[in-house]
């Protein structure tokens, strides 16, 4: 035999981001703010670098994080969770596979929905799990009994989601959580509920956690990330909640994958999110302002955009638009002719991809955004 990822190709974010920094393209592809990032969490993590231990903390996380990340859900979320049930991982990918590697039995199958994140599927396998995948429709991405009914069977054990959804930019609405927690009750799931862009909601949309609808405490693992919440994507701190039961096995195989997560970064996060209300919502309100301005933009160039509830992504639609062009093509078009960076939505499929969307992040400065305006309009 040949191992296992000789075929794998490099992730498409990677990809992207190391063809703009080669063309020097404005990279609206990866998804990643361009700013440092909020000054007091910079200078709590300087802070705890200078003065608090620099050595290995407890394989679980610091008993501060984990107790930052329990009262913050009980504040925002109305989850009570005991800070026992929380544990600290090095970003929220490395939460998805040691959820993965520690729950899925071989054969086990995981129901996902796509669009879904390039990482989910080749995690599924190698954890020895057949993903079982419900294909979501353009424009609305509606999940519905029908569909749900079809994709599940006697096989499935686990579902895998994502919600606000990348990149998609879909916050999923009430009936359909209710929807997916009671499949998950009457069929015994677990969830395991990538949730995190959480925070980054629109419109004064407030998120709902799959764990908190009915039956869901205890067969859920809730996985977040403070690279989303505060702007800083390279620090790769996340965390992933369960009922003890679960939270054991998850940090059996979360101690042989990375063990541990540097600790200045974890007693910055622990102060960041005991920030006031008021804080969450201007950190809203400020990439709303961002999706907004692209759209607006976008649109006066004749495009045609898909505005996002939550994330930070919109897309355009090619054909909507007049471009005759599927996604890959265009944005292997618009690296090389117009200097911008983006990334086709077949990334986001496992097969039969919907091809005629591109997302564009604006996470991005206000001068970053109009000249990759003026760049896309001067491209059509
Ligand atoms: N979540 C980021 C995105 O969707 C990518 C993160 C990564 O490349 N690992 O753009």
């Not at 300087?46 to 394989?59: E, F, K, V």
């Not at 949730?195 to 869901?216: N, Q, S, Y």
């Not at 620090?235 to 101690?255: E, N, Y």
């Amino acid at each position: 035999g040949h191992p296992v990822y000789r075929d794998m190709p490099t992730t498409i974010f990677e990809k992207m981001s190391a063809r703009a920094r080669e063309t020097g393209a404005i990279n609206l592809g990866q998804g990643f703010p361009d700013s440092q990032g909020p000054a007091e969490i910079l200078h709590a993590a300087a802070d705890a670098l200078l003065n608090r231990s620099n050595q290995y903390p407890p394989m679980a996380g610091i008993i501060e994080l984990r107790a930052a990340v329990a009262a913050h859900y009980a504040r925002h979320q109305g989850l009570d969770l005991e800070p026992q049930e929380v544990i600290v991982t090095s970003g929220a990918t490395e939460a998805i596979a040691a959820s993965l590697l520690a729950l899925v039995r071989p054969g086990d199958e995981v129901l996902v929905l796509a669009p879904l994140y390039d990482a989910y599927l080749p995690l599924i396998e190698r954890a020895g799990g057949v993903a079982s995948v419900l294909r979501l429709t353009p424009p609305a991405w509606r999940i519905t009994r029908e569909a749900l009914a079809a994709a599940v069977t006697e096989k499935t054990r686990f579902l895998l989601m994502n919600n606000p959804v990348n990149p998609t930019g879909i916050a999923l609405r009430d009936e359909e959580l209710a929807l997916l927690a009671e499949y998950c009750v009457t069929r015994d799931l677990i969830a395991i509920c990538d949730e995190v862009w959480e925070h980054v909601t629109f419109d004064d949309i407030a998120h709902k956690p799959l764990m908190g609808f009915p039956g869901m405490r205890d067969r859920t693992v809730k996985i977040g990330s403070a690279g989303k919440i505060f702007s800083v994507t390279g620090w790769k701190v996340g965390w992933m909640c369960a009922a003890p039961a679960i939270a054991t096995l998850l940090a059996r195989a979360h101690q042989f994958i990375t063990f541990t997560t540097p600790p200045h970064l974890q007693w910055a996060v622990a102060e960041g999110l005991a920030q006031p209300e008021s804080w969450f919502t201007a950190m809203r309100a400020d990439y709303q302002a961002s999706r907004d301005r692209l759209v607006e933009g976008l649109r006066a160039a004749g495009y045609v955009v898909n505005a996002s509830a939550a994330t930070w992504f919109v897309t355009i639609d090619l054909p909507a638009s007049g471009i005759a062009l599927d996604d890959v093509t265009f944005c292997e078009r618009i690296i090389d002719e117009a200097g911008v960076a983006a990334i086709p939505i077949s990334a986001f499929y496992p097969a039969h991809p919907v091809t005629h969307l591109v997302r564009l992040c604006f996470s991005k400065s206000d001068t970053v955004l109009d000249q990759a305006v003026t760049r896309l309009a001067a491209f059509r």
